[in-house]
């Protein structure tokens, strides 16, 4: 795909109920799941990230911490026109650099079996089984490092925003 992809939050109310109607649309409503089982207690503690094209809403993800080290992705959605176009690996590069600004050691997330050749490309490894959702879809839970490469190239690049914004 050569358009210009933004990725970013959601700003406005009209935003973040059309993500929420995305998520719903893609991973809720196929299996008859109720509006409202999209979201989760944490909403408002997570970073919510969505993809436009041409201004039209394609994809979402969520990212939130567990703790010092850890962070986890969920509700990873794409309007399934643009699937297996890229769209996703680039939402997850988004991801992954919040991540390593953050300086966490570990992502972790739960992918359906369907998803695994898609997640292990992005760098995650199966740890071990997931949960089954809905009685029928099957998880694998899925853990990505970051090298500690990673992280002193974010630390790096950090200091020399300090730097360049203090000049």
Do not use: C
């Amino acid at each position: 795909m050569n358009d210009i992809l933004i990725i970013r939050q959601p700003k406005t109310k009209k935003e973040f109920e059309l993500m929420y109607d995305l998520r719903w649309r893609i991973l809720r409503q196929p299996w008859n799941q109720p509006k409202g089982s999209e979201k989760d207690e944490i909403e408002s503690e997570a970073y919510h990230f969505i993809v436009l094209l041409h201004n039209e809403m394609v994809g979402t993800a969520r990212f939130h911490k567990l703790n010092e080290n850890i962070g986890q992705i969920r509700y990873l959605a794409v309007e399934k026109p643009f699937q297996r176009k890229g769209i996703g690996g680039k939402l997850m590069e988004a991801i992954h650099l919040t991540a390593m600004n953050q300086f966490l050691k570990y992502i972790i997330l739960n992918a359906r079996e369907t998803a695994l050749p898609f997640f292990e490309k992005m760098g995650y490894k199966i740890i071990e089984d997931g949960p089954l959702l809905f009685g029928e879809i099957k998880h694998k839970k899925m853990v990505r490092t970051f090298s500690r490469s990673d992280l002193l190239i974010q630390r790096i690049i950090k200091n020399l925003r300090k730097t360049l914004i203090a000049n």
